[in-house]
């Protein structure tokens, strides 16, 4: 059965402490992982798609990589702004021919001043 | 700006009523999905449509109905059959449903019980 689990549940940063989110991942065969920023009360909004192991992309202050196992995200000398919950999701090449998700629970960061 | 609409953002519903959650896109996507998000738990899929007039089941489409009658629009109703239904509800759209395309959410729906 496919799975995705995401640590830690929470993260509380100081501005500019460097850290990295987890997205373990168990699939028949992996055909994306995809990472979304959710702030509060509001939908996700996409921020990388990453499809093969040794993959990796960057935006400002976030880097996510993959590997066959879990991916991270990187976040180097984070801002108040970055404070949200960030969504890992994979999708499994034989999801049946539809564009089926599946989420982890999600890591809540807050970055403090 | 192209995107999707999600009304209302609250919604409360009482013991044996059936309410109805609206999505509407202008993005010109083929595929849309509806989503249930509960605290602690990942989204879950409840319906998806991949073409205008046609729909499936997800995950957890037990108490639920929509229908997909515009290419814009993907309403969900939320029956009287659906025990539980107090939730964070996001719809969704994408371009593609056979491959990895990224989805667009809308900023979802808070439905509470009375």
């Known amino acids: 059965e496919d799975q995705v689990t995401q640590s830690p549940e929470a993260l509380r940063l100081q501005e500019g402490e460097s850290s990295s989110l987890n997205c373990s991942y168990t699939v028949s065969g992996l055909r994306g992982l995809f990472w979304y920023r959710q702030d509060p009360g509001k939908g996700p909004e996409f921020l990388f798609t990453?499809?093969?192991a040794g993959e990796e992309k960057e935006k400002e202050r976030l880097k996510a990589t993959l590997t066959k196992k879990e991916s991270f995200l990187h976040i180097t000398a984070p801002k108040p702004e970055d404070s949200a919950t960030y969504l890992c999701?994979?999708?499994?090449?034989?999801?049946?021919?539809?564009?089926?998700?599946?989420f982890g629970a999600g890591t809540r960061l807050a970055v403090h001043p | 700006d192209g995107g999707i609409t999600q009304s209302p953002k609250y919604l409360f519903r009482k013991e044996g009523q059936n309410v109805t959650l609206s999505c509407e896109q202008n993005?010109?996507?083929?595929?849309m999905y509806w989503y249930r998000q509960d605290p602690g738990q990942g989204l879950r899929l409840i319906y998806y449509?991949?073409?205008?007039?046609?729909?499936q089941k997800g995950d957890i489409a037990e108490g639920y109905s929509v229908s997909r009658e515009k290419k814009e629009s993907f309403p969900l109703t939320v029956t009287s059959a659906q025990k539980n239904p107090t939730a964070f509800y996001l719809c969704a759209s994408s371009t593609r449903t056979d491959f990895g395309e990224k989805l667009f959410f809308g900023s979802g729906t808070q439905l509470s019980v009375l």
């Open positions: 999701a994979v999708q499994d090449e034989f999801s049946g021919g539809y564009n089926k998700l599946i």
């Open positions: 993005l010109n996507h083929d595929a």
């Open positions: 990453l499809y093969s």
């Open positions: 449509s991949q073409i205008v007039n046609d729909f």
